[in-house]
């Protein structure tokens, strides 16, 4: 079956935000597990340390933690902060596998214990590692970010197989983050997978987030990026979970797979991604989400406006609003070249757009079945609304590309934040002359390139 594409992407930072994270130390710590005899301050590598923990302990702000290829568990001097730790961060450091390659360096809570504690309120990244086997009580399962002012970046990881449950409101079973204050998060070319937020079904208690959750404190704000949420559950939001702050932002992500598994009597869902903040969403594709109660695809539940940039929202299937639902009086919802299509409701019909809310929707050069979309009809059409099929490429084997006679080539609007940007394939957003509506732009055969 032909699956989707993805390319592992590095996102570069800001060169602002390369001068002024780390202040301090640039000295260099060490953990591995072969060859060396382990010496403090673990300053070398033949002196490194066996366990992480013992590397971050030695470091002083500003370094670099270097970590060899393997396997690492929980160590004899492990911190309990909300549960047992593999690694707990209390300091600004870079935690870096020393190759570059997830799925060599492992961090394994052995299915009792938290991956990674984060507690720094300055600059913190985790690059290169695959996070799996993890459990903790009420918040993140495979990384817990503890609320802090800090920033934080977690980047070219994946984040699998963790879990976390029965406390009250379990939440994140991936990752969980609570920034607060004029900070941000960034997370980018990461893969969130078959993680699962454990409801206490004895209680009212609910879990959030399968895969991610993610908020922030008015003013902060986020963004992910480049990263792959899939076949994550919890009893809302079973991909994503974002909660209040200014602004999140999702570029070219793939959401898909994942399930909110209790309906709570039609009120919370979101397959795909459910949030209470204000979202907006760049070059996504987001398909076969599934919830028992609302928004299969994404659920707005009292956070706003969500805007859609050139995404593709197309299979997923919920009771209410099977593609994109706004829940209440304030939320909004505004498609820019978007695809919203043959998403399912439980009647069997194409509930793709459903919008509870009094506020003003709008939407802008989109494909969408205007006959199933449940409204106020508090809504104002601008451009181009194509209801006819999108024609993909192949839709049984979730190959979502266009096809040659799609009605939606070169039938968007052209938008400042596409100049210079990428779509999901990673090819050039617009090469025509018009942006294609979707996440994908259709490359021509034979097409002919001149060089100076």
């Given at each position: 079956?032909?699956?989707p594409?993805?390319?592992?992407?590095?996102?570069?930072?800001?060169?602002?935000?390369a001068?002024?994270?780390?202040?301090g130390?640039?000295?260099d710590?060490?953990?591995?597990?072969?060859?060396?005899?382990?010496?403090?301050?673990?300053?070398?590598?033949?002196?490194?340390?066996?366990?992480?923990?013992?590397?971050?302990?030695?470091a002083?702000?500003?370094?670099?933690?270097?970590v060899?290829?393997?396997?690492?568990?929980?160590?004899?001097?492990?911190?309990?902060v909300?549960g047992?730790?593999?690694?707990y961060?209390?300091?600004?450091?870079?935690?870096?596998?020393?190759?570059?390659?997830?799925?060599t360096?492992?961090?394994?809570?052995?299915?009792?214990n938290?991956?990674?504690?984060?507690?720094?309120?300055?600059m913190?990244?985790?690059d290169?590692?695959?996070?799996s086997?993890?459990?903790a009580?009420?918040?993140?399962?495979?990384i817990?970010?503890?609320?802090?002012?800090?920033?934080n970046?977690?980047?070219?990881?994946?984040?699998?197989?963790?879990?976390?449950?029965?406390?009250t409101?379990?939440?994140?079973?991936?990752?969980?983050a609570?920034?607060?204050?004029?900070?941000?998060?960034?997370?980018?070319?990461c893969?969130?997978?078959?993680?699962?937020?454990?409801?206490?079904?004895?209680?009212?208690?609910?879990?959030?987030?399968g895969?991610?959750w993610m908020?922030?404190y008015p003013?902060?704000?986020?963004?992910?990026?480049?990263?792959?949420?899939?076949?994550?559950s919890?009893?809302?939001a079973?991909?994503?979970y974002?909660?209040y702050?200014?602004?999140?932002?999702?570029?070219?992500?793939?959401?898909r797979?994942n399930?909110?598994?209790?309906?709570?009597?039609a009120?919370?869902?979101?397959?795909?991604?459910y949030?209470?903040?204000?979202v907006?969403?760049?070059?996504?594709?987001?398909?076969?989400?599934?919830?028992?109660?609302r928004?299969g695809?994404?659920?707005?539940?009292?956070?706003?406006?969500?805007?859609?940039?050139?995404?593709?929202?197309v299979?997923?299937?919920?009771?209410?609003?099977?593609?994109?639902?706004?829940?209440?009086?304030?939320?909004?919802?505004?498609?820019?070249?978007?695809?919203?299509?043959?998403n399912?409701?439980?009647?069997?019909?194409h509930?793709?757009?459903?919008?509870?809310?009094?506020s003003?929707?709008?939407?802008a050069?989109?494909?969408?079945?205007?006959?199933?979309?449940?409204?106020?009809?508090?809504?104002?059409?601008?451009?181009?609304?194509?209801?006819?099929?999108?024609?993909?490429?192949?839709?049984?084997?979730?190959?979502?590309?266009?096809?040659?006679?799609?009605?939606?080539?070169?039938a968007?609007?052209?938008?400042?934040?596409?100049?210079?940007?990428?779509?999901l394939?990673?090819?050039?957003?617009?090469?025509?002359?018009?942006?294609?509506?979707g996440?994908?732009?259709?490359?021509?055969?034979a097409?002919?390139?001149r060089?100076?």
């Amino acid at each position: 079956m032909s699956m989707p594409q993805f390319s592992w992407r590095f996102i570069l930072l800001s060169s602002a935000l390369a001068i002024t994270i780390l202040p301090g130390s640039r000295a260099d710590y060490y953990a591995a597990q072969n060859g060396q005899t382990p010496s403090a301050p673990y300053t070398a590598w033949n002196s490194a340390a066996i366990h992480i923990q013992d590397a971050v302990n030695a470091a002083t702000n500003g370094a670099t933690v270097w970590v060899g290829a393997g396997r690492y568990t929980v160590p004899p001097n492990a911190s309990n902060v909300l549960g047992t730790n593999v690694v707990y961060i209390n300091r600004s450091l870079i935690l870096r596998s020393s190759n570059g390659v997830p799925a060599t360096t492992i961090i394994d809570g052995s299915g009792t214990n938290r991956g990674i504690a984060i507690a720094s309120s300055a600059m913190l990244i985790v690059d290169g590692f695959t996070v799996s086997n993890c459990w903790a009580t009420n918040q993140g399962g495979g990384i817990y970010i503890i609320p802090v002012a800090g920033t934080n970046v977690i980047r070219n990881c994946i984040v699998s197989d963790n879990n976390v449950g029965f406390g009250t409101e379990a939440s994140g079973g991936g990752i969980y983050a609570y920034i607060i204050g004029s900070y941000y998060y960034v997370i980018s070319n990461c893969v969130f997978r078959n993680n699962r937020a454990l409801s206490n079904v004895a209680t009212t208690n609910y879990s959030t987030g399968g895969g991610v959750w993610m908020g922030t404190y008015p003013p902060g704000y986020g963004t992910i990026d480049g990263c792959i949420i899939e076949s994550n559950s919890a009893a809302k939001a079973g991909g994503m979970y974002l909660h209040y702050g200014l602004k999140h932002m999702v570029k070219n992500c793939i959401i898909r797979n994942n399930t909110a598994q209790y309906d709570y009597n039609a009120t919370y869902g979101g397959g795909g991604t459910y949030h209470n903040g204000a979202v907006e969403f760049y070059n996504c594709l987001i398909h076969n989400n599934v919830a028992y109660g609302r928004g299969g695809g994404v659920e707005n539940q009292n956070g706003g406006l969500t805007i859609f940039y050139n995404c593709t929202v197309v299979s997923n299937r919920a009771n209410y609003g099977s593609g994109v639902e706004a829940r209440y009086p304030t939320t909004r919802i505004y498609l820019y070249n978007t695809i919203v299509y043959s998403n399912f409701s439980a009647a069997g019909n194409h509930e793709n757009i459903s919008i509870a809310g009094t506020s003003l929707s709008y939407f802008a050069n989109s494909c969408y079945y205007p006959t199933n979309l449940s409204s106020t009809n508090n809504y104002i059409v601008g451009g181009v609304i194509i209801t006819s099929p999108p024609s993909f490429a192949d839709w049984a084997g979730e190959n979502y590309r266009l096809l040659p006679d799609s009605p939606c080539l070169n039938a968007g609007t052209n938008q400042d934040w596409m100049q210079g940007s990428r779509d999901l394939d990673g090819n050039q957003r617009v090469r025509y002359g018009a942006v294609d509506i979707g996440a994908y732009e259709l490359i021509h055969n034979a097409t002919i390139y001149r060089f100076r």
